[in-house]
């Protein structure tokens, strides 16, 4: 099978303003590209069958054994960065000197051009930058105790729009578990005074049975550069809107390559998975307590999708230590990480002790 008849060349460069010729960036909130220049709206046409194709599930099974002819491929000029790891898409119009997800310095000698996998789809950036920007401003206001140069940083606004790769999986399970229901009973006893009371026992017994659960969409964000709790807080997404993969869509923006490859994705989706089955496995021994001593879990029908999602990132250093801060691209949701001012804490603590001391004193004084 010749890899090469599926590598496609993305050159971001290609694509003009069809009135004046000058290079586009995509504007959030829309699916056209924006002419900085004479401020002509370049629409992105998507066809009704790519669109149809860009929602469509892949056997996991048949990808796993044919993985080279299903992969269509994509050229494209990459960064890596050397402290963090992070590869995203190079674009000559974006240069950043920082990395976006860990504020280290980035040298352009790193740049090179690598084949990657073909998204099936992206959602595009709904958030526009300078809302992004208002957002983050918003977020650090609401912190108590951040230090004063953060909130300088955040008036600097460094923010940088990165679609991040992410892979979904549907699968119907069925589970055969063992376990314990456990019964509440009431037994009387007779307490050392002599009175009769009563007590609250559990009688167990054993059980066993299967339970199924059907999945849909099941998200694994497919990037190691992100702390994977606030990413997955970002969620939920607005994946009813995913426009097939276009590279227009990446003008102005860079995407990060996924690091995590489609089976290891696939083993944190059973981790997510097995909070749901577990539920259910409760719910269907009953009971007033229930105790899961062994599951058999057979996932059946596995698909999957690979997606990009849209995400404003700004890394920040502060004393030395990285603090990320995202916003979902689609909803506006922000989460972040936050270092802590510990001359106002202290500051606020001594205050704090020198009141109650004062109160102490006084309440003496008048006894
Ligand atoms: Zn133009
Ligand atoms: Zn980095």
């Known amino acids: ?148 140069a953060l909130k300088k940083y955040a008036r600097a606004g460094r923010l940088s729009g990165v679609y991040i790769p992410y892979w979904t999986y549907d699968s119907d399970t069925e589970t055969n578990y063992r376990g314990e229901r456990g019964i509440d009973y009431e037994e009387s006893y007779t307490d050392s005074d002599g009175e009769t009371q009563t007590r609250t026992k559990t009688r167990w017994s054993s059980v066993y049975g299967r339970v199924q659960d059907i999945f849909d969409d099941i998200l694994v964000v497919a990037s190691k550069s992100l702390p994977i709790k606030y990413v997955d807080a970002l969620e939920p997404w607005s994946l009813n809107q995913l426009v097939p ?25 059973k981790v997510k998975m097995d909070v749901t089955i577990r539920n259910s496995i409760r719910r269907d021994i009953g009971g007033d307590h229930q105790r899961i001593s062994s599951t058999d879990t057979s996932y059946n029908d596995v698909t999957f999708k690979h997606i990009l999602l849209p995400i404003w990132i700004s890394a920040y250093k502060f004393n030395k230590k990285t603090f990320r801060f995202m916003i979902n691209g689609d909803t506006g949701e922000v989460k972040g990480e936050r270092p802590w001012s510990w001359v106002k804490i202290t500051f606020t603590i001594l205050i704090v002790v020198a009141i109650i001391a004062a109160i102490v004193y006084y309440a003496n004084q008048s006894s």
């Open 1 to 148: 099978m010749d890899d090469n008849n599926l590598t496609e060349k993305a050159d971001q460069n290609e694509i003009t303003c069809k009135n004046c010729s000058a290079k586009l960036t995509f504007k959030p909130g829309t699916h056209s590209l924006n002419c900085e220049f004479c401020g002509t709206l370049n629409e992105i046409e998507v066809d009704e069958e790519k669109r149809r194709e860009a929602n469509e599930e892949i056997d996991y099974e048949k990808f796993i054994r044919n993985q080279v002819n299903l992969a269509p491929k994509l050229e494209v000029s990459t960064i890596r960065c050397d402290s963090c790891g992070a590869t995203t898409t190079f674009d000559p119009k974006i240069v950043s000197e920082q990395c976006d997800f860990c504020g280290s310095p980035l040298a352009v000698k790193t740049c090179a051009t690598s084949s990657v996998i073909v998204p099936k789809a992206l959602l595009p950036f709904k958030v526009e930058k300078n809302a992004g920007k208002e957002l983050f401003e918003k977020w650090l206001k609401s912190l108590w105790f951040a230090p004063n």
């Open 245 to 269: 993969f276009d590279v227009k869509f990446l003008s102005g923006f860079k995407a990060e390559r996924y690091q995590v490859d489609l089976k290891d994705g696939f083993d944190t989706a």
